[in-house]
């Protein structure tokens, strides 16, 4: 990862943010923090205000009606930037990709953020549907760089 | 009770023959057709004489078929078992009814939604924009027919003016707030420290589920997705899904997955309890008991795992059906977790529910009284502790529950320790019905196959959730259903928090609304968008 990521290696601090998700990770990530997995041993802490946060955690298609308070909430949030896709909704729309009243997983929000000139630094993706709890732990460690990435990514899009 | 039943179904036979309405018996389920100029009168005494639970209402497009609009009532009589789908035909050229909302007045919302979504007009009452996002295009009905599931207006949301001046203090609550997870606005007036008026814009979840089920799903895979419209209380939803069709197309499930069935919602009715006295107690700011809800939840967790193999979202339903069965090894284990959890739970809530702060907290906040509970046809926990006496498993009995005995508690004070004293009861009687069910569970197959679905015929289900009664309604398709419309139990619920929190100090606001347990992803399953970038504010109800 970037060097400019280093800083915020000790301890992560999230803003949960709900884009229309079915609420499946959203509760998987409640549950990561409480004593059985207690992701709180890694310093990380769900905070109030995107401004307080150095990663922003993003479940569900977003939803149109949902998509300014969303981008708001990016554009708040200080430098380094870090956005995390849960679940398959989270990181690529999911069953909702195409639906009349979603835009349709992270890509096309990083779209309609470049539009608006808002920049990302790094962006994590937590497959599953709905993400367990140990993923999220492993996630975890992948960004504070305890763990090696195992997987290669590829990036396949036709555009 | 025989005698009374059919008794009571002749009442409501000539009352619809006396308002020239058309009716047709099928088991359990009255299907009543009346014109529309009748249709006040028919609701008006349903409701108000017969005291019949509404339930929830259905625009469908019937072009294709028959060239009209039609719109669904649903009503239930808890006593006697009787479902009543009160349907009228509407004009598709102009399509317009008058609305039943003077007379039941949880009406409001689903009939703004099924003008959002289809078009149809009402008249005699306020009507306002609910579900689409604002900016979307006039004249475009995401649920007719005609239009595209994947119809995306060019729509880059711009943001909209939060308040409207006033002279009183407004306090916005959320779209993202701390102490909730589900995107939802609420903007309470307030007078000092009194709230005096609340203001409420949800449908931030609205994702399309329904139409996605009647274009690009099959009947098997709607159950699938049923169980993506919401994350804890997921398997109900697939369940209602699957029952509903069931009873359209006249399926004799397996008794063993109907057992099956029970016990995994159970299951989920505990760990879905557990969760909301975990946040309830972290909203109150009494960590420690929130830490240890979830911590002995997790027993629940591992425990769904065994048995159906996720940790959430189960997919083992089908119609016909469920897909794992509950061999010897896999029994011994839950009853043995469950004989674990239950002495945890109830060491740990004593503690908890006896801690001052949490007791004062809780006692005699959020005051919702009987009169107005019926009049919104609250749902579930909140509905039973304002001394409304409905329960779904016993009143309309599905899958397995008419072999097992439980109580329903009921509490009359209407307050938010009530509230907590229903789930705090409910969770020892789950322990209980899953013991029996496990005791009683008869062998056999858990599939039935080979089976047709017929074209056009109707189901509807009540299923109790955790949070209330969930319904699902059911027009069957070729190959998948051709209209599909869920009503989750916040929906009802919602409208209820005016009353609960006005005249309420501000700071037990967030305790009161986190008390119907809210699931806004199930409640804004459908949402749809608003005009000319105007936003205009969705009324929790008018004329209260």
């Known amino acids: ?159 | 009770m025989l005698m009374d039943r059919n008794h009571i179904i002749q009442e409501y036979i000539s009352l619809a023959k006396s308002l020239n309405g058309n009716v047709t018996i099928d088991n359990d389920t009255l299907h009543i057709i009346i014109p529309k100029e009748s249709l006040v009168e028919i609701a008006d005494k349903l409701f108000n004489k017969y005291q019949c639970d509404f339930r929830t209402c259905i625009g469908v497009d019937e072009r294709p078929v028959n060239g009209y609009f039609s719109m669904t009532y649903v009503f239930t009589d808890n006593r006697n078992s009787l479902y009543l789908l009160i349907k009228t035909y509407i004009d598709s050229l102009n399509p317009s009814t008058p609305s039943i909302m003077k007379v039941v007045p949880a009406v409001d919302w689903c009939e703004m939604e099924a003008r959002d979504l289809l078009g149809i007009e009402f008249t005699d009452r306020e009507q306002y924009k609910l579900v689409l996002p604002p900016g979307w295009p006039d004249n475009v009905y995401p649920l007719r027919k005609e239009v595209p599931y994947n119809y995306r207006p060019l729509l880059r949301g711009t943001s909209e003016k939060i308040s409207p001046s006033t002279e009183l203090g407004v306090i916005p609550i959320g779209p993202y707030h701390p102490a909730l997870h589900e995107p939802e606005y609420f903007e309470l007036y307030v007078e000092g420290e009194r709230v005096i008026d609340v203001k409420y814009r949800g449908f931030h979840v609205h994702r399309g589920i329904e139409k996605l089920a009647e274009t690009r799903m099959t009947y098997q895979q709607v159950n699938f997705l049923a169980e993506r419209i919401c994350g804890i209380c997921g398997f109900e939803h697939s369940t209602c899904y699957a029952l509903a069709v069931e009873k359209a197309a006249k399926l004799d499930v397996p008794e063993r997955a109907q057992y099956i069935r029970s016990i995994i919602l159970e299951v989920e009715r505990i760990h879905s309890h557990l969760l909301w006295l975990g946040v309830a107690f972290h909203v109150v700011g009494y960590d420690a008991g929130f830490m240890h809800m979830w911590r002995i939840r997790e027993k629940i967790m591992y425990l769904a795992e065994l048995l159906t193999g996720s940790r959430k979202t189960y997919g083992i339903n089908l119609i016909g059906g469920v897909r794992k069965d509950i061999n010897e090894d896999k029994k011994q284990k839950t009853l043995e977790t469950l004989r674990e959890l239950e002495k945890e739970f109830r060491e740990l809530i004593e503690i908890a529910i006896n801690v001052p702060q949490v007791k004062k907290r809780l006692s005699g906040t959020g005051l919702l009284p009987k009169e107005d509970a019926v009049k919104f046809s609250v749902e579930g926990p909140v509905a039973r502790a304002s001394g409304v006496n409905k329960d779904a498993r016993r009143d309309q009995p599905y899958a397995a529950y008419k072999y097992t005995s439980f109580k329903v508690p009921v509490y009359t004070e209407g307050d938010n320790m009530a509230r907590a004293l229903v789930r705090i009861n409910e969770i020892f009687e789950s322990i209980s019905i899953i013991e029996q069910l496990l005791d009683k569970i008869p062998r056999g197959p858990i599939m039935l196959e080979d089976f047709d679905i017929p074209e056009g015929k109707i189901g509807v289900q009540v299923v109790e959730a955790p949070r209330g009664g969930d319904v699902h309604f059911v027009i069957t398709g070729h190959g998948k259903p051709y209209r599909w419309r869920v009503r989750a139990p916040t929906y009802n619920n919602i409208p209820a928090l005016k009353i609960m929190l006005k005249d309420q100090p501000l700071a037990d606001a967030p305790l009161t609304i986190a008390s119907i347990d809210p699931c806004f992803s199930c409640t804004d399953r459908i949402l749809v968008i608003r005009e000319n970038g105007k936003r205009e504010w969705l009324r929790i109800t008018t004329g209260v």
């Open chain 1, 1 to 159: 990862m970037p060097s400019k990521l280093e800083s915020i290696k000790k301890s992560i601090w999230v803003f949960h943010l709900n884009t229309g998700s079915c609420n499946a990770c959203d509760i998987e990530i409640l549950d990561a923090l409480t004593p059985f997995h207690d992701a709180e041993r890694f310093g990380v802490k769900l905070v109030g205000t995107p401004r307080h946060a150095d990663a922003i955690l993003l479940t569900g298609p977003t939803t149109l009606e949902a998509l300014p308070k969303v981008i708001n909430a990016i554009e708040a949030s200080p430098r380094p930037r870090i956005l995390i896709a849960l679940g398959s909704c989270g990181s690529s729309g999911g069953i909702w990709h195409d639906t009349y009243s979603t835009i349709g997983g992270v890509n096309s929000l990083l779209k309609i953020l470049k539009e608006r000139g808002v920049d990302v630094d790094a962006i994590y993706y937590i497959p599953g549907c709905p993400v367990r709890p140990e993923a999220v732990l492993y996630a975890i460690a992948l960004i504070k760089g305890i763990v090696e990435k195992r997987v290669k990514s590829v990036v396949l899009n036709a555009e």
